[in-house]
């Protein structure tokens, strides 16, 4: 995975929790860099449990992997539940990317759990990513954005804001306004005018949907974001991931290419 091509560089956690990983003795080799910090969790909290124990943390088809053997329990009332450990991190590791530890889902392209920021890299092989790092797109906006795109209609507009434009350039389509309709982004909501004056009623109704709409929604992800956001038009969890920075990577030879 990703062994050629851009790479977003990992969160420094990821790599201060591959380096307390190698410190525990845990054999971690084939634990990607980005589910180090879970698997680190893990770790501390077997090892809290069974002082001793040796430690495998793999990943494999995807999924986050773990053996453990040995060690003395810690306490008379015997050992955390292995089950309850296994069940708790294969739930962070499902929410991980794999590749930079930032929010990620199960790659509907790769046998991996991916950001959508990683993703694009992975599968385009291009250091030019069209949006910044983001929560991960559900299933209904990447399919608008999709269609978008296909149509060759409104292939600019942000993703998160992509079902709400497809909707409404169906909506303009059925009462004969879409020819005049002009799309703009105001960067905290999607806008349109109308060429030849307004006035329409079925307009402004279709208008002022559009623009409440967009204005409730994250344009990076189509999460609800409140009208009093740190950051207008983006919901708290973009943001977040976007004030950390982010710089993408060329795997050869580890040269920037840019942000
Ligand atoms: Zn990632
Ligand atoms: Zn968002």
Redesign the pocket.
């Known amino acids: 995975m990703g062994e050629q091509g851009y790479f977003l560089r990992p969160l420094p956690e990821t790599g201060v929790a591959v380096l307390s990983l190698r410190g525990l003795g845990v054999v971690a080799a084939d634990l990607p860099q980005g589910w180090a910090p879970a698997g680190l969790a893990f770790a501390i909290a077997s090892l809290a449990s069974r002082p001793g124990q040796s430690i495998r943390l793999w990943e494999e088809g995807g999924v986050f992997r773990t053996a453990v053997s040995g060690g003395s329990s810690a306490t008379a009332d015997g050992d955390i539940d292995e089950m309850f450990l296994d069940w708790l991190f294969d739930d962070v590791t499902v929410r991980t990317c794999q590749l930079c530890g930032r929010p990620g889902q199960p790659s509907q392209k790769r046998v991996a759990v991916l950001c959508d920021f990683c993703e694009h890299l992975l599968l385009t092989n291009d250091a030019a990513a069209p949006f910044p790092p983001?929560?991960p797109l559900f299933d209904s906006a990447a399919s608008a954005q999709l269609e978008l795109i296909d149509r060759g209609i409104l292939a600019w507009v942000p993703a998160?804001w992509a079902r709400v434009a497809l909707r409404t350039f169906e909506r303009l389509d059925d009462v004969r306004l879409i020819q005049k309709a002009i799309f703009s982004d105001k960067g905290d909501h999607l806008a349109i005018d109308i060429s030849g004056g307004g006035g329409i009623v079925a307009f402004d109704q279709i208008r002022s949907d559009l623009e409440d709409s967009t204005r409730a929604?994250?344009?990076?992800?189509?999460?609800w974001?409140s009208p009093t956001a740190t950051v207008p038009g983006?919901?708290?969890?973009?943001?977040a991931?976007q004030a950390r920075g982010w710089e993408i990577i060329r795997a050869r030879n580890g040269g920037e290419v840019g942000r």
Do not use: A, N, P, V
């Not at 983006?234 to 943001?239: A, D, K, R, S």
């Open positions: 983001r929560l998160g929604r994250c344009r990076h992800c189509g999460r974001s983006q919901c708290e969890g973009c943001t991931i």
